[in-house]
């Protein structure tokens, strides 16, 4: 049986590494007794909260993949310590049929012990619930005495000494210009523009964000007109999650808030912000959903990759970019919907004819087929007899590393270099099986080709079925020069996929 040990802890302190290495030691013990393998160790650093783990979501991609048979963990708490997700956690592995078991003895499904399952996570959940309301409350606490408990201080702020203090930069200015433009009457997305034009770090930026935008957004230009902490108020406990399982916030009422008048110096006035807040409710206007057209998720920008947006009075589309930043950020790329249909309908009719002659198209393809048949079904032997031999080289590999004659890199690097030989093997096995299926099919085979390749030469509008059928990606050049990137290299390769 392969085993995939899963191995966490809450933080990366000393205490915690050295429990690490006791657990794996562990594990090996108990995977020599059963004269099993050792597949895969999945470790995570995080909280059992969420199933927000790296390692932990590799894990239950590997077990959709089929590559082990069960699962060893410590206890169910560290997989999971919510019932939701140990719930989801059991179905993913009944669906897959690979097996549960915990070391403290709660948890086997080889032996058909789950009968506490539910109890158990019932237990570890609200043992989670009652640490985050002690933490919940010392932050409250900290909050009450004027300490700032956010991540990220406001833009234009630093956070010296728990402390907000304006920073001796830039932002500041930005800050200044926002309300002064918005209180001039223009909308956030034009405010957006114009600070891109400046070259003004993002709120990101300064955060050091590693996926920081290079661009202004009106919702972060929103999130500062209303941010109250700019008139010199230290303002907390506005929204909390609403559970150790729930990670959506909720908003706290305004008379509910942790407010500490005049904490820190302020950037803007309280007449400003007040007025600020009084247009942005009478400017509010709820937008209706977004038309889905025919090009949407297909068309993009060949300079800046953004997808382009379809506009209703000009009848076609424009780079995203553009239209949202600006020509500092990109140009308009510009092309009508009725002229990209034509190009495309074009191009597709001339590859297609280039590479057909009738009916001898389809016999080609079937001739084709058969002939890479040929010898076909022995290599399955070969790739089955090999993969077997590699299993049982894994199996020994697990009792040198329990008995100390190998280490654990060693093993690591072995049983890797099987695993991905392994993989390989299968993956040719599944070709080989496709290939041997097609033949089987290739009567019905003949009569889709033909009508694909009928489809396609007589049609004379494109639908939204076979554009996402044939085509991959359009790319729109500065120039309005339109480059189709087809899901096939050949109209052929493309119809012996079909």
């Keep these: 049986m392969r085993c995939a040990v899963y191995v966490r802890v809450s933080t990366d302190h000393l205490e915690q590494?050295?429990?690490?290495?006791?657990?794996?030691?562990?594990?090996?013990?108990?995977?020599?007794?059963?004269?099993?393998?050792?597949?895969?160790?999945?470790l995570d650093i995080e909280s059992g909260t969420t199933d927000k783990r790296e390692n932990f979501q590799r894990m239950i991609q590997d077990a959709e993949k089929g590559k082990f048979d069960c699962i060893l963990a410590k206890e169910l708490s560290r997989l999971a310590r919510n019932g939701e997700l140990a719930y989801k956690i059991k179905r993913v592995l009944q669906s897959r049929k690979i097996q549960l078991i915990t070391l403290d003895g709660a948890i086997n499904t080889l032996e058909d012990n789950t009968d506490k399952f539910g109890l158990y996570a019932?237990?570890?959940?609200?043992?989670?619930?009652?640490?985050?309301?002690?933490?919940?409350t010392a932050l409250k606490q900290k909050a009450k005495r004027g300490e700032y408990k956010g991540s990220n201080a406001p833009y234009g702020y630093e956070v010296i000494d728990k402390k907000l203090v304006v920073r001796k930069d830039e932002t500041v200015d930005v800050i200044k210009l926002i309300f002064y433009l918005y209180l001039q009457g223009k909308g956030i997305e034009a405010i957006a523009r114009h600070l891109d034009s400046l070259g003004y770090p993002t709120p990101a930026q300064i955060a050091g964000k590693k996926n920081a935008g290079q661009y202004w957004q009106g919702t972060s230009v929103k999130l500062i007109l209303k941010n109250p902490h700019y008139v010199g108020d230290l303002v907390q406990g506005r929204s909390k999650v609403r559970s150790v399982v729930d990670k959506t916030r909720d908003d706290i009422p305004i008379g509910e808030w942790i407010v500490i008048p005049n904490s820190h110096?302020?950037?803007?006035?309280?007449?400003?912000?007040?007025?600020v807040q009084d247009m942005l409710k009478s400017r509010y206007k709820k937008r209706p959903k977004a038309k889905k057209h025919l090009f949407t998720n297909v068309i993009y920008c060949s300079d800046c990759g953004t997808s382009l947006w379809y506009m209703q009075d000009r009848k076609g589309y424009v780079c995203g970019r553009y239209r949202k930043h600006g020509k500092n950020a990109c140009t308009s790329h510009f092309v009508k919907e009725d002229r990209l249909k034509k190009a495309i309908l074009t191009e597709l009719r001339a590859l297609i004819n280039n590479v057909i002659n009738g009916n001898d198209m389809v016999e080609s393809l079937v001739n084709k087929v058969n002939k890479t048949m040929t010898g076909e079904k022995k290599k399955l032997k070969k790739i089955d007899d090999e993969i077997l031999q590699l299993k049982e080289e894994n199996k020994e590999l697990i009792k040198l590393l329990a008995r100390k004659i190998i280490t654990e890199d060693e093993y690591k690097e072995t049983t890797e270099s099987n695993r991905r030989r392994i993989i390989e093997l299968q993956e040719n096995k599944l070709d080989i099986t496709e290939l041997l299926q097609c033949h089987q099919e290739g009567n019905n085979d003949l009569v889709k080709y033909q009508r694909v390749i009928d489809e396609i030469l007589q049609l004379n509008d494109l639908n939204e079925e076979l554009l996402h059928r044939v085509?991959?990606?359009i790319e729109i050049t500065s120039e309005k020069e339109v480059n189709v990137h087809f899901r096939f290299a050949k109209p052929s390769l493309f119809l012996e996929k079909m």
């Design 265 to 275: 110096e302020p950037i803007i006035s309280k007449e400003d912000f007040e007025t």
């Design 122 to 136: 019932w237990l570890y959940e609200e043992e989670s619930q009652r640490i985050s309301r002690r933490i919940q």
């Design 17 to 42: 590494k050295t429990s690490l290495e006791n657990q794996k030691h562990l594990f090996y013990s108990y995977i020599e007794q059963q004269g099993w393998e050792l597949a895969e160790i999945y």
């Design 471 to 473: 085509i991959e990606r």
